[in-house]
């Protein structure tokens, strides 16, 4: 990677860290404006981010749930109290042009998918607390030895990790992408914190309408937050988005409204329609959702996907 990841740049901007929780972000907004110099500052606006993500912790509002839980006493619906790693690896099985991918799975999640593929850790607490030194020690190791291209912060949902994250990076040195892979029901306030630490958002962009949302991953309003987090981070920077087809009416109901969507918004998005679906977890408990999609099924949403002019990618 010739150009610096963006986490390093914030390195490179010197902040003031204020006492006041509405003076941090004030004083971020307008260091986000900032150009980064040639030297590491401290404190810096990493820093910054940090200290404003320990408040936001103790009052907690990362996803849209808004728990308003003090996360150092309990947690909330995610469950999350610190952060778990269930497990982490160099991944052969990303989009091609992430691979490898440092790929750093996280237990818990803010959405309780019926049908989810990883629900031994979304929904179930598993792994092991590691310091941010030992983790941004692993990508410096997996990156000299394994050639990692990025470091991928995935769950469960790397939402409630958010703290963690930023401080993870702020021990890491090595120049390396940050892929924030994630099912996008983020609260701004994340997002705001998110600016200039992502270089690329992989999103899980599920439904096309709330009602489907709530039935099946219990995440209500569903479309309008997961649709304007969408549109707030194609500002920000690069967006790989995966679409996993669904059996069922979903393919005619939900497909075409996301790709509406994505086509009237997102021009530079790149997109992954997905054909793994299998049923997992709870999924025979809905009819629908109890099989895999048929072949003609896949080929109706092929179908549908070359209607619009959106930018495709595979795995």
């Known amino acids: 990677m010739k150009e610096k990841a963006r986490f390093l740049l914030l390195k490179y901007i010197e902040a003031e860290i204020p ?14 404006k900032k150009n980064p110099g040639n030297t590491e500052k401290e404190p810096n606006l990493l820093d910054l981010k940090i200290e404003i993500a320990k408040e936001i912790f103790e009052n907690c509002t990362f996803c849209e749930r808004r728990c308003m839980v003090n996360r150092y006493e309990k947690s909330g619906f995610c469950r999350v109290k610190s952060s778990l790693i269930s497990c982490a690896f160099p991944h052969y099985g990303e989009e091609r042009v992430l691979i490898p991918s440092g790929t750093i799975f996280f237990s818990g999640c803010n959405a309780n998918c019926v049908f989810c593929q990883n629900w031994d850790i979304s929904q179930y607490l598993t792994g092991e607390e590691w310091s941010a030194a030992k983790t941004a020690e692993w990508v410096t190791m997996n990156k000299m030895r394994n050639g990692i291209i990025n470091v991928n912060f995935v769950g469960g949902e790397p939402t409630p990790n958010l703290l963690y994250i930023l ?7 090595v120049n390396i992408p940050i892929i924030w892979n994630s099912n996008f029901y983020m609260s701004e306030e994340t997002m705001k914190l998110l600016d200039g630490v992502v270089d690329l958002y992989l999103s899980d962009f599920k439904y096309g309408n709330n009602e489907r949302a709530l039935e099946y991953s219990n995440l209500p309003n569903y479309w309008d937050i997961v649709t304007r987090n969408h549109k707030i981070a194609h500002e920000q920077c690069d967006m790989i988005i995966r679409i996993l087809v669904l ?12 790709l509406d969507f994505i086509e009237k918004n997102l021009p530079n998005a790149r997109i992954n329609l997905m054909s793994q679906y299998r049923p997992e977890w709870k999924a025979d408990m809905y009819p629908e959702l109890s099989r895999r999609v048929t072949d003609k099924e896949w080929q109706k949403a092929l179908e549908i996907l070359s209607r619009y002019s959106v930018k495709s990618i595979g795995m």
Request: charged letters at 40%.
């Open 19 to 32: 006492e006041s929780f509405e003076k941090k972000v004030h004083i971020h907004d307008i260091l986000m």
């Open 167 to 173: 401080e993870v990076l702020k021990e890491l040195d």
């Open 247 to 258: 059996p069922g009416k979903w393919i005619e109901e939900d497909l075409p409204r996301i």
